[in-house]
């Protein structure tokens, strides 16, 4: 089991030991009885009832070992208690099982085969050869090497220790549903059917302050066992009827304290229930059954109910006083592991909801884009800190981003929603992305400090991110990394492969000297693939992380350059983590297209006088050869003319001039040796100079600056 699955995150045997523990008092099995005798007068006023399965007994615990197909290849079941289980060598497991229960024990058994991860202490049915049926907490694991396949543990055991081990195995998850179906599975050793009828509130993960009057809303969290239930039964996923709700919610509710009920059988049940329509929907089938509801219940001022927990079964074995006060202790110490799932279930949609913003939406024309999101089971610790993005930058790049907050929760995920928003504002600003890095650097220092931040689950201190951008007409990508994997670039012709990013600290590592962040520069022609993720796609506990990162190379290289990205990013995903992750699995996968060379033209003249009007000349040339309108004509030779005399003025060395046909109009660049940041500044009407850059933004959609290596380029958007 994961250790993120539970805060105390018990081993396997830990936990059944635990359960027997609480149990068995010292002095041996033979003193348990006495104790839970006595147990039982503290508790009810009088002795426990015995057991209907063999009265009071020592807990007798049993034991088969199955094969990789369910079939018994050992088996210990010689006490006296399990006369009439008739497990044979060769024999299919399943067999020992009622109908109904087989195919959920066969995907737990398949479950346990492929993931190694343990079912403990779950309640289960035994039949035996005359019919009747024993009830066990039944254990599966992994059998210990170097055997294959399972080892299944069964204890047969007063109903008091259902109490504990049922207990045990509802704390073990975080997911809402699965606690319901574990506290299900445990009241089956009171009834035939069990159901775990939930607020709407409570399943959402909303906040349950009180009870509100006429809006009762009941859903269906749990129902076992699996079976086919007659038509308009409620079965999980499903609201109960309105009515049924108020029914349900008033009993409880009475005297405004919520308590347990009993309607002790069908005749009863129809008359309460008053509508054909609310007995099909509420009773599990024709024969006659009564129907213990147990409240679950929040301890506060006032009590707050969370929902019902319904025990049905033959009219022929009514409910006693004992086994009822055994059904309140059972649920009343689960209500608040229900409570706990609400409140991670809350968690983890608003998180998701963030997570969710942050993804691309499309790519562009001179790019495409497509992103899968995958987040940790919910039963792990919580939705990570993992964020993928990819935006248009005003300069005609485009920018591809992901990152990874150390930990889990709402505090990881609002560091990932700073991280991210700052890193695109300081691209969308003309920052270089190791400049960008630098600045995210600095920011998690003042976020928080490795003590307090790993005390509430998470650490900004740690995080890493990768920044690509693209630039369509050189058909080039800038990567810089801060403790990322590497991308993976699939080129047109050529094999795949991880980038050859330098190595660097994490954000924030304070420990290590800080050098400067690298950039990579590599070529991507029209046609390339390149891939970013987070290290939950990548990590498997079964092979080294470059493993992982070749077999998401493979995978890569067997995307086809006509397939659909999106339907080849699940795909990929599908291949890599098929399973359920306890991390979250982030894949961004993008298509280098870039601008034909046909709708490009650059430039390099010298920093002279004549610079401006030789631009002129170069550029109405060249939109005379693509037809450009006059109106637009006259925007762009004055835009190219003013900022190639700004170039000229404030600015030394050769100027480059570089003009761009985009889909929505034109965008021209000029680019110099200086270092200078050009600003639009008040000027007065009769003032002789500073009006260019006026005349820029007056004419463009938008204008800006990014940075070099050698300088800056000044850019203009002019529409057509």
């Given at each position: 089991m994961d250790s993120t699955s539970s805060p105390s995150s018990p081993s396997p045997f830990d936990m059944v030991s635990s359960a027997l523990g609480q149990y068995i008092p010292r002095g041996g099995a033979a003193a348990a009885a006495g104790s839970a005798r006595a147990q039982g007068d503290r508790t009810v006023g009088r002795p426990v009832p015995a057991h209907p399965l063999g009265g009071p007994q020592e807990q007798i615990l049993g034991a088969v070992n199955l094969d990789r197909d369910l079939r018994i290849t050992r088996c210990n079941l010689e006490a006296p208690v399990f006369t009439g289980v008739e497990a044979t060598i060769g024999s299919t497991f399943v067999d020992l099982l009622p109908r109904g229960d087989v195919p959920t024990v066969t995907r737990r058994l398949r479950q346990v085969l492929e993931t190694g991860e343990p079912h403990v202490a779950r309640v289960q049915r035994l039949r035996r050869g005359d019919g009747s049926e024993l009830v066990v907490s039944m254990s599966i694991l992994a059998a210990a090497a170097p055997q294959e396949g399972l080892t299944v543990t069964l204890i047969a055991m007063a109903r008091r220790l259902h109490l504990y081990a049922a207990e045990t195995a509802i704390g073990t998850s975080l997911d809402i549903g699965e606690t319901a179906r574990s506290l299900a599975e445990s009241l089956l050793a009171w009834g035939e059917v069990a159901a775990i009828d939930l607020d709407f509130a409570v399943w959402t993960g909303e906040a349950v302050t009180e009870q509100p009057q006429g809006r009762i809303r009941l859903r269906r969290a749990a129902l076992v066992p699996d079976r086919a239930w007659p038509d308009g039964y409620v079965t999980p996923g499903d609201d109960l009827p309105a009515d049924a709700s108020r029914l349900l919610s008033q009993a409880v509710l009475r005297d405004d304290a919520a308590q347990a009920i009993v309607i002790p059988g069908r005749e009863v049940i129809e008359r309460v229930l008053g509508s054909p329509r609310l007995v099909r929907a509420l009773v599990p089938g024709d024969r006659a059954a009564g129907v213990a509801c147990i409240p679950l219940v929040l301890d506060g001022v006032p009590p707050v109910v969370l929902g019902v927990a319904e025990v049905w079964r033959r009219a022929d074995r009514p409910f006693d006083d004992s086994e009822l006060i055994d059904l309140q202790e059972l649920v009343a110490r689960t209500s608040h592991h229900v409570d706990l799932a609400r409140q991670h279930q809350r968690e983890h949609t608003q998180v998701l909801a963030l997570q969710r913003r942050l993804l691309p939406r499309t790519g562009g024309d001179t790019i495409e884009t497509a992103s899968v999101y995958q987040p940790a089971t919910p039963d792990s610790a919580g939705v990570g800190g993992d964020w993928?993005?990819?935006?248009?930058?005003?300069?005609?790049?485009?920018?591809?981003?992901?990152?990874?907050?150390?930990?889990?929760?709402?505090?990881?995920?609002?560091?990932?929603?700073?991280?991210?928003?700052?890193?695109?504002?300081?691209?969308?600003?003309?920052?270089?992305?190791?400049?960008?890095?630098?600045?995210?650097?600095?920011?998690?220092?003042?976020?928080?400090?490795?003590?307090?931040?790993?005390?509430?689950?998470?650490?900004?201190?740690?995080?890493?991110?990768?920044?690509?951008?693209?630039?369509?007409?050189?058909?080039?990508?800038?990567?810089?990394?801060?403790?990322?994997?590497?991308?993976?670039?699939?080129?047109?012709?050529?094999?795949?492969?991880?980038?050859?990013?330098?190595?660097?600290?994490?954000?924030?590592?304070?420990?290590?000297?800080?050098?400067?962040?690298?950039?990579?520069?590599?070529?991507?022609?029209?046609?390339?693939?390149?891939?970013?993720?987070?290290?939950?796609?990548?990590?498997?506990p079964a092979v080294s992380i470059d493993d992982g990162i070749g077999r998401l190379a493979d995978a890569l290289s067997a995307v086809h350059p006509w397939d659909a990205l999106q339907q080849a990013a699940r795909r990929v995903v599908s291949a890599l983590a098929p399973g359920r992750r306890r991390d979250d699995v982030t894949l961004l996968l993008a298509r280098m297209i870039g601008y034909r060379k046909e709708d490009t033209a650059t430039w390099r003249l010298p920093a002279r006088d004549d610079a401006a009007a030789r631009a002129r000349t170069l550029v109405s040339a060249l939109l005379g050869q693509w037809h450009i309108r006059d109106g637009t004509r006259d925007s762009v030779l004055l835009v190219v003319d003013e900022l190639v005399a700004n170039a000229v003025r404030f600015a030394a060395g050769p100027i480059t001039v570089r003009l761009i046909r985009t889909g929505h109009g034109l965008l021209c660049e000029v680019g110099d040796t200086g270092n200078g940041r050009p600003r639009l500044g008040h000027t007065e009407l009769f003032d002789d100079g500073g009006r260019g850059l006026h005349v820029v933004h007056g004419l463009s959609t938008r204008w800006g600056v990014r940075w070099t290596d050698t300088g800056k380029v000044v850019w203009a958007a002019v529409a057509r």
């Open positions: 993928v993005n990819s935006f248009p930058l005003p300069d005609g790049r485009t920018a591809l981003v992901v990152g990874d907050v150390v930990g889990h929760g709402l505090g990881a995920a609002a560091t990932m929603g700073q991280l991210s928003m700052e890193a695109r504002a300081l691209l969308s600003a003309g920052l270089a992305p190791d400049e960008v890095l630098e600045h995210l650097d600095e920011t998690v220092t003042l976020l928080d400090d490795a003590e307090s931040g790993l005390a509430a689950g998470y650490s900004a201190l740690g995080s890493s991110c990768c920044i690509a951008v693209y630039d369509p007409v050189s058909h080039q990508v800038a990567l810089s990394s801060a403790g990322h994997l590497p991308p993976v670039l699939v080129p047109p012709e050529g094999p795949a492969g991880p980038v050859a990013v330098s190595p660097h600290p994490g954000l924030g590592a304070e420990f290590a000297l800080r050098e400067p962040f690298d950039v990579h520069v590599f070529a991507a022609p029209p046609g390339t693939l390149l891939a970013l993720y987070t290290d939950g796609l990548v990590e498997d």
